[in-house]
């Protein structure tokens, strides 16, 4: 004779899906509210508002505010990796298809200015701060958004060594976490649009500079690096 799950099966699975549209609900709206205001200015109340729930619901789904922006970043990860696997796509030769790669992380971090100041702000904490506020399922998550991204440029890197195209001194696992955390920092550079220089000794002065002519100075210095033939 067959058995029937208990009901309880039933309302276990209902409540952990609607624990999860939680979350994801909260997710968003902290998205929606980096991309609206910038990171710094966010705070748990004004998530916890625009989903419509006190502040102590938030903290049931999430340890902390470094945990729920660190799986917000997740989200921004996850387009730059498309972003990035569309670019490596677009060519089959090495120099080109690095040039399209560096370019989509520049043109997606100018769009995206909330994903560099999220990515900057978990960057700049010790690890094991992280590890203390960040539970492992999220921290796990993370670090597979983040390694999705390094692992599109170090496959390009090291094809492009295998092809005969680069010149690597360094292990291109190396280099592209160089890369990634070089392009975080030019990134804010692009967003001011301040070129800090010296006119004459000891007198500083402040002249402009682009997005676009970041990016071709991101594009530039990676292909130095791998002394692109």
């Known amino acids: ?11 276990r699975k209902a409540a952990a899906a609607r624990r999860r549209a939680r979350e ?5 709206a902290t998205r929606q509210l980096f991309d609206s205001k910038g990171v710094r200015d966010v705070q ?5 508002s625009a989903v419509g729930i006190n502040r102590a619901i938030v903290y049931r789904h999430f340890t902390g505010k470094e945990e729920l922006f660190a799986l ?3 989200g921004y990860l996850e387009e730059l990796h498309d972003a ?7 060519s089959a030769v090495p120099a080109e298809q690095l040039r399209a790669i560096v370019g989509a ?3 997606y971090g100018v769009a995206h200015p909330a994903f560099v100041d999220c990515a900057q702000a978990l960057m700049v904490r010790p690890g094991d701060e992280l590890l203390d506020e960040i539970a492992e399922g999220p921290l796990f998550r993370l670090g597979r958004g983040i390694t999705s991204c390094l692992t599109v440029l170090s496959e390009t890197l090291a094809g492009g060594v295998e092809k005969g195209a680069f010149t690597l001194s360094d292990d291109p696992v190396l280099l592209a976490n160089a ?8 990134l804010q550079l692009a967003r001011l649009g301040i070129l800090v220089s010296e006119v004459a000794p000891g007198i500083p002065t402040v002249g402009q ?3 676009a002519q970041v990016r071709d100075y991101m594009v530039t210095s990676a292909l130095a690096l791998v002394a692109a033939r």
């Open 105 to 107: 992380f520049v043109d």
């Open 24 to 28: 994801a609900g909260i997710i968003a």
């Open 1 to 11: 004779m067959a058995t029937r799950a208990p009901a309880t099966d039933g309302r």
């Open 72 to 74: 917000t970043l997740v």
């Open 84 to 90: 990035m696997v569309d670019a490596a796509q677009s």
């Open 179 to 186: 890369l990634y955390a070089s392009g975080l920092g030019a």
């Open 209 to 211: 500079i682009s997005a």
């Open 44 to 48: 748990i109340e004004e998530v916890a």
